[in-house]
């Protein structure tokens, strides 16, 4: 099995066939996340015609789509039957590594919704290192990680998601005490993790006024450089003065 870490490597090692639309299918975690294509990459690719079919998409053998979301749904309203992929050996696990690093730079994934998806890998990373724990001869037969070990797993999930180990931190706690308007916001880039997880400490209440006082400032600041620069695109001369 080549290393997930090594993109070119493993599409070399895959082949190439075609599939029926109605055979891929997302991976669970993209499922369990309620991920959807962005209606401005749909659009983008739309204007590509019949050029944005050219490129294969990513699966796994059992045809979970690791590469290629928005081809396929824009294949799905263009009435299309079948799409060439390119079809690798890589369990749901290992899938879900892959697809994380490929997306790592995306504008349809920022980093709250990476880590939402590398937190699905914990048990998976937890077992490993009680593997490694058990293999090294400490604690055998023990079902308990130590403390360095559970930092480990930590760390993993960061570097699955390509973020600091501290985002990671951040996003679990914020899993559990941020209300949905709030996890909306974060999905949507309006606001950072550091922000959303300072104002999770706060009651449900206290955490809607926050938001909304947020994005109403957002707003106001938004009209004010939209008069300005429509001011000074008025008052601006024909032939500027370069002594002035």
Not at 219 to 226: D, Y
């Amino acid at each position: 099995m080549e290393s997930t870490n090594d993109t070119g490597s493993l599409l070399g090692a895959g082949q190439l066939v075609t599939c029926r639309l109605d055979e891929l299918r997302p991976h669970p975690s993209y499922v369990r996340h309620q991920l959807t294509v962005p209606a401005s990459q749909l659009s983008v690719l739309a204007e590509r015609g019949d050029c944005a079919f050219l490129e294969p998409l990513v699966i796994s053998r059992d045809r979970t789509i690791l590469d290629g979301h928005a081809r396929l749904e824009l294949a799905r309203l263009r009435g299309r039957g079948t799409l060439p992929c390119i079809e690798c050996d890589l369990t749901e696990s290992e899938a879900l590594q892959w697809l994380l690093q490929k997306h790592r730079r995306s504008t349809g994934m920022n980093d709250f919704v990476r880590i939402l998806l590398a937190l699905d890998l914990e048990p998976w990373f937890k077992e490993k290192a009680r593997s490694n724990q058990q293999a090294g001869g400490r604690s055998k037969g023990s079902s308990k990680l130590t403390e360095a070990k559970r930092l480990d797993v930590r760390s993993e999930i960061a570097a699955a998601a390509g973020v600091s180990v501290g985002n990671v931190s951040k996003v679990k706690q914020l899993i559990m005490t941020a209300q949905p308007e709030l996890v909306q916001a974060l999905r949507s880039r309006e606001v950072s993790i550091h922000r959303a997880w300072g104002w999770s400490k706060a009651s449900p209440e206290q955490q809607r006024e926050e938001l909304r006082f947020y994005q109403s400032e957002k707003g106001v600041k938004k009209i004010i450089r939209l008069l300005v620069s429509r001011h000074r695109s008025k008052c601006r001369p024909v032939v500027p003065d370069l002594g002035n």
